[in-house]
């Protein structure tokens, strides 16, 4: 198959939809879709996941472990059938000392530290029920060397590799982590929802829009969404990604970072948040309570639940926008009439919205997160519930925490009033010192609703960074030539 079709097919969601990266905009790239796990360039559509942890005890098991799940990992050629189960495997940078124990200092220093560090804390910013000290089961961060994302078309196909992949564990002397409490009421292992479609909890719709992946015709002039800000190796990121030379360059070609962050959503809070303001907003706008709730969840995200942008659909829900990702804020909504500026999509992708020269340009994530938990019963919000989040990125830093930055301080742009520190309205950890935690609705340049003190919807449960390695390297740890 000719480079640029297989391009075109890496950058469609396994159904076929093409993203706007089209053949004829793009040079061939020059990485094989061969030798890059799928998950980085596919979207895939697989309704039933599971996503499993595990600490290696040794180099010889770990190698005869990765030997074992080879022949299931799926990478980013195009397939002509849809495979039933696949999986792909991601390491953490213990995990990969495990295989090369001379590799330290060779990676970012926000990779090798971890997601709980201190540099990495001043922008994920877990305090309270989300402080690294309560995440995971194990509560032994570092113990994570290894998770194993596992697709299959049905819950039977799933199941067989699970097992497989137990097993493969049991063989090799792995220890499986099992990142859900007990008292959750389920296994402890993170099983995608697959009720939910593509939609998550809180009800909106999910997986609309993800960077392109073309690749640049000049490096020195990439966007954001470009493939070579993902893919680790390839000149002109401007997040600057690595390592690039040596050995641990040599390593990491061709892989990507996962920051893989467990997050519950309180359901019930979100309900009542919605129920308990939607008076107010009926007084500012008029109409039913049903209305005002299905308004004020919009501008919680920035899309009506149905994924309408508020751009494009500032009204009401539209099935014609529902999957729209061609929009802009400059000019018309430049005053935020329609989307809010701290709404969950505005400060995760402002688009065409200035940001501050030190910020830009504006970081892209690929995101391949799946809903896990069912759905409670109300007035019966028990349960542990959320989102399985995978944010991929070539750089943990300079796109991943950077972002996270910015939903936990909105301070990148000067739309916001300098010094007040609004956060993003649906995620940030609230609570922080300095923190305005309050959310303002414009409603016309001089009519707001000034919601004072927005709740906590979400928990980190936990966090852990991993390299999503190239099929070559994942054949070289498992001791087979590359
Ligand atoms: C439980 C937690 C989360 C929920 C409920 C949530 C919800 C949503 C929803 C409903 C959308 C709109 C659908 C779409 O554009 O595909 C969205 C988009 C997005 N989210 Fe989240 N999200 C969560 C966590 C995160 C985190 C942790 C990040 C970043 C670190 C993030 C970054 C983004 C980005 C970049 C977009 C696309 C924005 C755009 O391009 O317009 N989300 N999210």
Not at 162 to 187: D, K
Not at 271 to 291: C, K, M, R, W, Y
Not at 306 to 333: C, I, K, M, Q, W
Request: glycine letters at 10%; charged letters at 20%; proline letters at 9%.
């Amino acid at each position: 198959m000719p480079c640029v079709e297989a391009a075109a097919d890496a950058v469609a969601d396994d159904d076929g939809n093409r993203n706007r990266f089209s053949m004829t905009t793009s040079p061939a790239p020059p990485y094989q879709p061969g030798n890059v796990q799928g998950l980085i360039l596919r979207g895939y559509t697989h309704p039933h996941s599971c996503h499993l942890m595990f600490s290696f005890t040794g180099r010889r098991g770990a190698a005869g472990f990765v030997r074992a799940l080879l022949p299931y990992v799926q990478s980013a050629e195009a397939w002509s059938d849809k495979p039933e189960r696949m999986l792909n495997i991601g390491l953490t940078f213990n995990g990969i000392l495990t295989f090369e124990p001379a590799f330290g200092r060779q990676f970012p220093p926000e990779f090798e530290a971890g997601p709980w560090s201190e540099d990495s804390q001043q922008s994920l910013y877990d305090t309270g029920a989300s402080d690294p000290a309560r995440w995971w089961n194990s509560q032994d961060k570092q113990a994570i060397h290894c998770i194993v994302h596992v697709y299959g078309m049905t819950q039977d196909a799933l199941d067989g590799l699970v097992a497989l992949v137990s097993q493969a564990a049991a063989n090799n002397g792995l220890r499986e982590i099992l990142p859900l409490r007990p008292e959750s009421g389920q296994s402890g292992r993170l099983q995608q929802y697959a009720p939910l479609e593509n939609f998550i909890h809180f009800g909106y719709r999910d997986g609309i829009d993800n960077p392109d992946l073309g690749w640049p015709a000049d490096p020195s002039t990439t966007d954001p969404g470009d493939a070579n800000n993902f893919l680790i190796g390839y000149p002109g990121s401007a997040f600057g990604p690595g390592p690039d030379v040596g050995q641990a360059g040599e390593f990491a070609k061709d892989g990507c970072y996962c920051a893989f962050r467990v997050l519950y959503q309180d359901v019930g809070a979100f309900d009542q948040f919605l129920a308990n303001t939607a008076p107010e907003v009926v007084a500012a706008i008029g109409g039913s309570e049903d209305h005002a709730r299905e308004w004020l969840a919009a501008k919680l995200v920035g899309r009506w639940r149905n994924g309408s942008p508020l751009a494009l659909s500032p009204d009401a829900p539209d099935p014609a926008t529902a999957g729209a990702t061609d929009f802009r804020y400059e000019p018309d909504d430049r005053p935020g009439l329609r989307c809010p500026y701290s709404a969950h999509t505005r400060v995760a992708n402002p688009r065409d919205q200035a940001v501050y020269a030190s910020d830009a340009p504006v970081p892209r994530l690929i995101r391949r997160g799946v809903p896990y938990g069912a759905p409670p019963a109300p007035p019966n919000y028990e349960g542990e519930r959320g989102l399985v989040g995978l944010f991929l990125c070539g750089a943990l830093a300079g796109q991943f925490e950077l972002l996270y930055g910015w939903i936990n301080t909105n301070n990148f742009s000067a739309v916001f009033s300098p010094g007040l520190n609004t956060q993003d309205a649906l995620l940030a950890n609230r609570g922080a010192p300095g923190i305005d935690p309050s959310f303002t609705i414009a409603i016309t340049k001089e009519k707001k609703i000034r919601i004072p003190k927005l709740p906590q919807f979400i928990v980190t449960r936990g966090t852990a960074y991993c390299l999503l390695p190239s099929l070559k390297t994942l054949r070289r740890v498992a001791g087979l030539s590359a």
